[in-house]
């Protein structure tokens, strides 16, 4: 199992930092997971370190090398963290810490993902978007009933209003799975939050890692997003490989993992 990948963050124009991305790997599984937690007054960094701690002490206590029921493991990891955060503490309002979360796990050569939230997975093949995760957010649900464009929707002020996510509000969580597609050389995964995906097109994420090193690719991207959003930017995190053994690559052997650090 060859793969290169690189993870980046950056706490934009924030007073907090509360994106976390991790990535776990066996010699026969690779697992990339990246959280947006909600709400700065109520903690949502808690949230998004519940989530990615949970998906890597989970992965590496499972992958053996291979993870059993890819599908299974990735619906109720995430159900898991979300029952978790659930017993936080909660407000006067009866709200919790909330997160975003979308995770993706590579094994037998094909990628299983599953996600809350607008926290986003894109496999880019041959120059193109193959597949893109649907943000569970009311302006895409806008977008869906022809009421906005997409591209009102990306400037739109209601664009951060989320309808599914781990803990926030009882009822609130869901996981949405994706169906298995089998990877090819040179294919990548990018899994940001909307700090990272918001500034651009899809186009212009393709080209971003187009013939580029994914570790190249990812640093620009967190630069140009800053530049673009000039001064209000969110927080910008992303999580990237590109499969096979194309650029830099290393094979897999043992259990290792690392948690993006933030402060």
């Known amino acids: 199992m060859f793969f290169s990948i690189h993870q980046a963050n950056h706490i934009g124009n924030r ?14 599984a690779l697992l990339l997971v990246l959280a947006d937690g909600m709400g700065g007054h109520l903690h949502g960094e808690l949230a998004a ?13 499972q992958a053996q090398p291979l993870v059993a029921g890819p ?8 159900r898991h963290a979300h029952e978790r955060i659930m ?3 909660h407000t006067r ?3 919790f810490p909330g997160t975003t979360c979308v995770a993706a796990l590579v094994q037998d050569g094909r990628v299983y993902w599953g996600h809350a939230g607008d926290s986003r997975l894109y496999l880019l093949r041959d120059g193109a978007v193959l597949f893109r995760t649907r943000d569970h957010s009311v302006v895409h649900q806008w977008v869906e009933w022809g009421i906005i464009t997409a591209e009102e929707a990306r400037a739109h002020p209601q664009r951060n209003q989320i309808i599914n996510c781990l803990g926030g509000t009882e009822g609130l969580f869901y996981v949405e799975p994706g169906e298995p597609v089998a990877l090819r050389p040179g294919d990548v995964l990018l899994l940001c939050s909307d700090g990272l995906w918001g500034p651009f097109a899809d186009r212009e994420l393709v080209e971003a890692f187009d013939s580029t090193p994914v570790a190249d690719a990812l640093d620009n991207l967190i630069a140009r997003a800053l530049e673009r959003e000039s001064g209000h930017s969110d927080n910008i995190t992303g999580v990237a490989a590109r ?10 052997a043992g259990t ?3 948690v993006l650090e933030i402060s």
């Open 243 to 252: 499969w096979g053994n194309g650029e830099a690559a290393h094979e897999t």
């Open 49 to 61: 370190d519940q989530a990615i701690g949970i998906f890597v002490e989970s992965f590496c206590r």
């Open 93 to 95: 309002g009866g709200s």
């Open 87 to 89: 017993k936080f503490p």
């Open 15 to 28: 007073r907090y930092n509360q994106d976390r991305a991790a990535y776990a790997y066996s010699s026969g």
């Open 256 to 258: 290792v993992s690392r």
């Open 71 to 78: 599908q299974l493991f990735l619906a109720d990891t995430m």
